[in-house]
């Protein structure tokens, strides 16, 4: 296993966990459970985890790939200023998710804006999961880059150059 196929098998996990957790967390609130709320702040704590091998495996998947033809410079740099945005959200988001678990130990008077609050910071950083999600499918999948996008990676591998 090189270093692209392990961050291509961790890199989904920050983007499923935050979509699980929502879901366990707006089934919380509408049924009033403690333990599915509490569940929910483990599954975006478990995001943040993720999200963390993810970053640590992002450096040795680009040295991996970015000597392919069709590789753009421009798209990798692209995804990585993406990835950085949404790993900090998921940081953020598994740092209130772990205040949200001790007040609902600890039954602090903020344990009732907890849910709504993380469901919101929640919903934020799955907007920025998904463009990191597809500006790092772009780097590989050109059936879904944009035309620019296209030509700008075949101009990089040299492929749009006459000799």
Partial sequence: MNNAHLHLVVNHLPIIFPIVGVIILLIA????????????????????????????????????????????????????????IFAGMSYFLGVISLLGLLTSYRNFSVDKLMPVTIVIVAGVSLYFAQEAGRTGGEIRHTEIRSGADIQNAVENSGEGQND
Avoid: P
């Fill in 29 to 84: 609130i509408f049924t009033k459970s403690d333990v599915s709320k509490r569940n929910a702040y483990i599954v975006f704590i478990l995001g943040a985890v993720a999200s963390v091998a993810a970053m640590a495996t992002g450096e040795g998947a680009e040295d991996a790939i970015e000597n392919l033809q069709g590789v753009s410079e421009n798209l990798m740099h692209r995804h990585e200023e993406a990835a950085e």
